[in-house]
């Protein structure tokens, strides 16, 4: 429908002859179920993070569905996040959505087997392991004008 109104863009033309099908085959590695482990680091202390996250291709194969399932000490907490590839800017558009009633867009990037995502507010750095079956890494918060380290997390695919 929107080539008919619009006609031929260079988005359609990268859809069509597959262009980021190599961006989006990058999403594989995550693609499964996750047990999460981590520490929040709060002012009070440091909170304790179980839980799961479950990653799955959308009907089509151009989004990846991530499902968080945790809890934050006594605190669960869920998200539901969609990611796909913005063919002009590069990244990994990923919108998200909260039980607590935020959304928001962070974009994502591979550096080799880092896994980066940026936004006004929050960053994150992670690593895979050699066989892609663990994801370590820190997120970061943007507050009183410097960057502190807010969570560290550990994901290790689940063999349930």
Known sequence: MIK???GSSKLDNAMENGTNAAE???LDRFAGNWDTTGTLITKSGTVNIAGTDRYAWLPGGHFLMHTVD???GEDRKQSVEII???TLSGTYPMHFYDDAG???VMHGGFDEDN???TSSEL???GAFSDNNNTLTGSWEQYSEGSWRKLMDIRLIRATH
Do not use: N, P, Q, T
């Open 4 to 6: 008919a109104i619009f």
């Open 24 to 26: 989006l085959s990058l």
């Open 70 to 72: 945790v809890m934050m």
């Open 84 to 86: 796909g590839f913005d």
């Open 102 to 104: 935020e959304s928001g």
């Open 115 to 117: 896994w980066l995502i």
């Open 123 to 125: 960053r994150f750095k």
